[in-house]
Structures are given as C-alpha cells and as structure tokens.
C-alpha cells in the first residue's frame, strides 16, 4: 500500500473522532441546558422561586433555602419529576423555624355563696399571691380556691389590665362569673333587680380603662311582690293604676286590657313578679276593676286574696248592693270582698288630720294633731331617722280625742313619704292619702304594699304619685328605636368618612364618632349592625372587603370610646343598596356611607360574636385584601 493512501485513512479516521468529539460536547450541553431549564420553569410554577437550579453533565444540582422541610421535600420531589431523581443532588437548607407559639393566656372567676374559684393558665410574671389575697380578702381565706397554672412566657399585651378590672369587678359581684383574656373581659352576674342591673352596667361603663373590651351579660330575676297588690281608681278624671302586679306577660296584657274597658286612661304601668296568691288572680282583679265601673267611680284594692272596693261617695245605694252582690257571687272561693259606700262628708266639717310635707329640697314639716307628747316624740324621731336629724320640723299639737289606730296610721304615713322625692302624706281618721313626685317607677306600687300590709284590712287610703325621669337616680334609657334615630340624625349633620381607598377614619369625622358614641352609652344593650358601603368604582370584591374593613374600623372606634359593643355585628355591604346615581360624583360620595341599624331578634344568627372578633379568631386580614385593589381611589 502506498504511503499517500495510509495517510488518507489515517486523515480521515482523525477527522470523524473530531467530528464524534464535538458533536458528544454539542449532545452534553444541549442536555444540561434542557434539564437546568425544565427544572427551573417546573419549580417557578410552583411558586419556589427561591431555589437555585445547576446542571452538570447530567447531574442536576439544588440550592437555596427552603421556608420548611416540607418545602424542602416538594422542591426534590418536583426536580425528580423533569429529571431522574438519581440525578438531582440535594444542597438545600431549611429556614429556622420560629419560636415555639407562647400559649393562650385565659383565667375564669367564680363567686356564689360558697366562695370564689379560680382557674385558668397565667404568664409566670404574673403576681399569683397578690390576686389570690385580693379574692380572700373578699371572701375569706378558706373560700378561695385556687386552681391557677402558670407558664414561663412572656405576658401578652393588656394582660395585667384585664385581670386588675376583673378583680375590681368581682369585688362588686357576690354572684357572678369572669373569665379573662389578654385585652378582653367577659362578665356574667345576677342583679337583684333591673334597677340594680341597671346601676351595675353604668358603673362598669364608667370604669372601663381605655384598651379593653368588657363584654356584660346581667340578668335580673322577676322581683317577689309581697303581698301581691293591685289598686285601680276610677274619678272624673278617668281610671289610673296606683299599683299593678301581675305574675306573667300574658296576665300583665289581660290586666291592662281590662283596666281600659273599665276607663283606664294614659300609659299602664304593671310589674311582672313573683308570689301571686292563686292563678286566679288576673280573673279577679279584671271583675274586680268592671265593677269598680259600674258603679261610675271608686278604687279597689287586691292584697293577696284580699279585695277593699271603695264607692264614690253618692253612689246610688241600690246600683251599690247590686254590683256588689254580683261580684259577690262572681269572685273565685280563694278571695274575700270587703265593699262599702262611704257616706257624703260635709267639706266644712274639717276632720283631724295629720300632714307631713317633704319638699324637693329634703326638708320636711310635721303638722297637725297628734294623740299625746310621746308620739310627738316618736314621729319626730322617726321622721329624723328617715330624713336627716336636720331637716325635720316638727309643729303637731297634741288632741287626746284623735282614735286609737292613729299612732301607727302617722308612722306609716312618714315610711310611704320617704319612698318619694317630694310630697305630702296625710292622715285622717277615715283615710291615708300619699301625694307627690318620685324617680323610682315602681314607688306607687311599693307604697300600695306598705298601707296595704300595715294599715290592715278594709283601710282606705290613696295614692297620686307622678314618677319624674329626672328624679330617676338611674335615668331612664331611650329605645332602641330612639337611639337608632339620633345616631341618623347625626350622621345627616356629619358623615363618617375615610381616607382614599383605606379603612382609615378621615381626622374630620371623629368628633361624629364621639358624638354616636356618647348616645350609645346611654342606649344599654343593642342588637346593632354597622354597616359599610362604597359606591360602584373598582372590583366587586374589592368593594366587599374595604366596606367590611370600614365597618370593622368604626366598630374599633366605638371600643376605644368603652362604648359596649358585645351586642354590635360590623358588616360590609360593598356597593349593594346604593341610595344614589353611581353615575355622577355626587351620587358616588352618598353611596360610600357607614349606617347603623337596629338588628331585630329573627335575624340575628349570632349577636354574641361580631364581625371583628370573627376575623380575630380566623386569622383573616380584609385590610390586605383591600390594599391590593388598583383601581378603587374613590371608594
């Protein structure tokens, strides 16, 4: 073979390993660039944009820091996907995990008549030793049980502030329960009477530190009426309670019902309690006032199963034997009737008498007869005991021939004087009247059971008393209806407003806050919904969520004011229910609004838990949502 064909051979061997060289180098690259590619396009899919992706040969290599393990895994998981899992090398790391969560913090007081307990999980800064002495010192060393476990975190915000009020408030509570969270007290007493409840609920609004939300739940059991009294009287004037009892709402509605057949005039007031003598009674005390009717005139008076029924002096005596033999006949076997027609007085006789006078000023004047030196004495004493040792005088003069019953009929004359804020009680030898004004809405019907109890059976006596909501020491509530109302007229003199596309209240509108919030702390417990509206620009769920926020923000507002929002749900509407054009920048400034509306009892789902609370518990941020909307400058 010639030397010129073994080069070619040679040249030509040499040139296809070159060729196979390159191209095996062209087949490496083109491999890493598909497999560092796909893995890098698969994982920014899956939101893992943190992880660094490298290829080598056919090695693909991953780096970075993964938020979890979890993270860590899928990253491996998703890289064996596009490549071989043999393939993927593993150099990633895992963020350090938080701390772990401290614990929730809640502590739960019970006080009866057994004691206080306490028990729940404190922050171990708290001082244990100075709450429980504060409870002995209410109680009794012996009556407190503690059932307290602490844990070595820190105290979360508000902490010391809720658990100080919570103490505070127990100490005013002998029967109740408390239970305590960071920045949230949540109290459930019994009162002895509505106006007991009502003086608790504002003596705690007043003491609310600012920062805390007081949640009250006080309930007040029907009152026991002891005797059971009832007394109607019908004049030329018409008919009118001094008393009125009855043992149920359906009772109560059947008594007023038939005071108005028999010419009951005005408003009725009736108290629903305990300690009704028979389940007759709501019959007998309705033929009772019918005949009283009949006759044109007189007062009956229902003590227990005792019925006193005065005639109007001149009733026809024959009109008189007749009404009164059928209510005779009529009445239940339980009640006793006692029924007379007093004879026509000669208005100049001029009757012994005995007149205390309380003026509105606290000062009062004995006057009158009286039967010897040591009931001038008593009744003085008395009256000072009643009134104050320096607002008494007395200037009674003394009359042997005065009967024998006047002694306690004076005694008892000065008791029903002092259950008013002014007037004038006088005795007779025929009668007790009690006249004048007071705060108290049940004095008419505390006074009816005091002559009633003490005078006897078949006394005469009569009351006129005026119940003045300005004398009221605890100020009678408006309605619900009533606060709705002034609140809209509020809103019509200075709308809530909010900076552009926030749920932040504008600076103008927070005195319109302070002024809703000072009427709601005269409301007592509403049902109250805050609703939010935007107008119709931007996103529909966009408006959704910053109407919620807005509604959440003055809900926030009203809790920084210690106005009681345990009964307000904040709700966001979006541009639902617009009350004017979207179309036109002014239409659009009336749709954007924050209304408060009564929420009635069959609508309500949940009124214990508001909105804002809701979204405490699940986490959910609507204030991040709204911040995402791009095109709401103006909602």
């Known amino acids: 073979m010639r030397l010129s064909s073994l080069l070619t051979i040679a040249l030509t061997f040499t040139a296809a390993a070159v060729v196979s ?34 290829a080598d040969g056919l090695q693909v290599t ?16 998703t890289a064996g ?108 007493a019994i009162a002895d009477s509505a106006a007991a409840k009502a003086t608790m609920e504002a003596n705690f609004k007043r003491s609310i530190p600012t920062g805390l939300d007081v949640a009250l739940d006080i309930a007040a059991p029907r009152p026991v009426i002891t005797p059971f009294t009832l007394r109607f009287e019908l004049d030329e004037k018409g008919g009118r309670f001094d008393a009125c009892s009855a043992d149920t709402d359906a009772a109560r509605n059947s008594i007023i019902a038939a005071a108005t057949r028999a010419g009951l005039k005005g408003d009725a007031r009736c108290t629903v309690g305990m300690g009704v003598p028979t389940p007759k009674w709501t019959e007998a005390a309705s033929m009772a006032m019918d005949a009283v009717h009949q006759l044109g ?21 024959a009109l008189f034997d007749r009404v009164i033999g059928e209510l005779e006949t009529s009445l239940p076997d339980v009640f006793a009737l006692r029924a007379s027609l007093p004879a026509v007085v000669d208005p ?35 009256a000072k005991a009643r009134f104050g040792s320096d607002k008494v005088y007395t200037a009674a003069r003394i009359d042997e021939d005065l009967p024998g019953d006047w002694a306690p009929r004076v005694l008892t004359a000065l008791e029903a004087l002092s259950m008013l804020s002014n007037g004038v009680a006088t005795v007779t030898p025929d009668t007790l009247s009690v006249t004048g004004n007071t705060g108290n809405p049940d004095a008419s019907t505390e006074i009816s059971a005091l002559l009633a109890g003490k005078l006897g059976e078949g006394a005469a006596f009569d009351i006129d008393v005026v119940y003045q909501e300005k004398l009221d020491p605890v100020l009678g509530l408006p309605t619900p209806d009533e606060c709705e109302a002034e609140i809209g007229e509020i809103l019509k003199v200075g709308k809530i407003s909010f900076e552009p596309s926030s749920a932040t209240i504008d600076a103008s509108a927070l005195g319109t806050m302070d002024d809703i919030a000072e009427i709601l702390k005269t409301c007592g417990d509403l049902l109250l919904e805050i609703q939010g509206y935007t107008d119709s620009q931007g996103r529909e769920e966009m408006n959704l969520a910053l109407s919620q926020s807005r509604a959440e923000s003055v809900l926030n507002e009203l809790r920084a004011r210690r106005v009681l929002t345990g009964s307000f749900v904040a709700r966001g509407y979006g541009e639902d229910k617009p009350i004017a054009d979207n179309g036109t920048e002014a239409g659009r400034e009336a749709n954007r609004r924050i209304e408060f509306r009564l929420i009635h009892p069959d609508t309500v789902d949940d009124p214990e838990q508001t909105t804002l609370e809701s979204t405490a518990e699940t986490g959910d941020t609507p204030e991040d949502q709204v911040q995402e909307g791009p095109n709401d400058e103006q909602n």
């Open 348 to 382: 100049n006789a001029g009757p012994p008498e005995f007149t205390a006078t309380l003026s509105p000023e606290g000062q009062v004047q004995l006057r009158g007869r009286l039967n010897n030196d040591g009931l001038r004495e008593l009744a003085d004493s008395f």
């Open 297 to 317: 005139g007189g007062s009956v008076t229902l003590a227990d199963a005792d019925i006193t029924l005065l005639a109007a002096p001149g009733t026809n005596q």
């Open 81 to 188: 996907s596009i490549v071989d899992a043999a393939r993927v090398i593993d150099e990633m790391e895992v963020e350090a995990q938080a701390a772990i969560a401290p614990p929730h913090f809640s502590v739960e007081v019970l006080r009866n008549s057994s004691g206080i307990s306490v028990i729940g999980l404190i922050p171990a800064s708290t001082d244990r030793d100075a709450a429980i002495a504060s409870f002995q010192a209410m109680v009794g060393d012996e009556q407190v049980a503690d059932l307290l476990e602490a844990a070595d975190y820190p105290a979360p915000p508000n902490w010391q502030l809720s658990l100080d009020f919570a103490i505070n408030a127990m100490a005013l509570l002998p029967r109740a329960k408390v239970s305590v969270e960071a920045g949230r007290v949540s109290i459930t």
């Open 21 to 54: 060289l390159v191209a095996a180098n062209f087949s490496v690259q083109l491999i890493e660039e598909n497999s560092e590619i796909g893995v890098r396009d698969a994982l920014d899919d899956k939101g893992m944009t943190w992880a660094e992706v490298e």
């Open 62 to 77: 991953l780096a970075g820091i993964a938020p979890t393990e979890a993270v860590r895994f899928r990253a491996l998981t």
